[in-house]
């Protein structure tokens, strides 16, 4: 039985940013926090914003008004300049629709959400009162789903392993977890030879320990 020594990592990690520019309003999480899919992490000032919806709404309640008052003046019956004017009111209030959701939809874009359930990996020094742009200050997260603990494994042994293999992991903690392999990667060039990269599969309780090292025995 071969020992390989290893580490936990998140195979999958994204970063989120701003679609806009603006000040950071606030920051809801911090490094090493277990997110949820749907979870604001930080939001940008929407004073503003809020006021531009309260314009569009008191618009848009003004043109819809209008549209009734014209619809009981005008009644069932309608000649071609009724018709007409009745037709504008209408594209007046559709356009107005449209301006609320535009709004609504400007406001949403000042909260960062995470798309994933994972863990904060780093908030890039994001800071509440900074100015920001759409480039900068992204927050990282690993997605819980994607934690694999990884060896690199010599050409002269990876042929004897298999998709499925199961095995023992053992952290530097001495908690000893049950894996299997899930990935054989491409070769890679290790420090003095040719290695392939192997994944194993691991259970929801290793969350949290991303960069926990160890050792697997196969």
């Known amino acids: 039985m071969n020992k390989f020594k290893g580490r936990v990592i ?9 679609s806009q520019s603006g000040v ?3 920051i809801k999480v911090a490094v090493g926090q277990k997110v ?12 503003l914003e809020q006021i531009n919806l309260e314009v569009e ?4 309640r003004r043109m819809r008004a209008e549209f009734d008052r014209l619809t009981r003046t005008v009644g069932a019956v309608e000649n071609d300049d009724e018709k007409t004017k009745k037709e504008i009111a209408q594209a007046k209030l559709d356009v ?10 400007i406001k949403r874009q ?5 798309p994933i359930n994972g863990i904060v990996l780093d908030t890039n020094g994001l800071t509440a009162g900074m100015n920001i742009t759409p480039s900068g200050f992204p927050i990282e997260i690993a997605d819980i789903d994607s934690l694999v603990f990884e060896i690199q494994v010599p050409e002269t042994e990876v042929y004897r392993l298999r998709r499925g293999q199961k095995a023992t992991i053992k952290l530097i903690n001495g908690e000893k977890i049950k894996g299997e392999i899930i990935l054989i990667g491409p070769k890679g060039k290790g ?7 192997v994944r194993f599969k691991l259970p929801a309780s ?7 090292t160890g050792e697997v025995e196969i």
């Open 10 to 18: 998140a195979s999958k990690i994204i970063k989120l940013k701003f």
């Open 24 to 26: 950071v309003g606030l």
């Open 36 to 47: 949820s899919k749907g979870q604001t992490l930080a939001t940008l000032d929407n004073k």
């Open 57 to 60: 709404l008191a618009d848009y």
């Open 96 to 105: 107005s629709v449209k301006e609320v959701e535009k709004r609504e939809l």
């Open 110 to 114: 000042t909260d960062l959400v995470s």
């Open 191 to 197: 420090k003095d030879e040719i290695v392939f990269p």
């Open 206 to 212: 290793i969350l949290g320990k991303i960069g926990t």
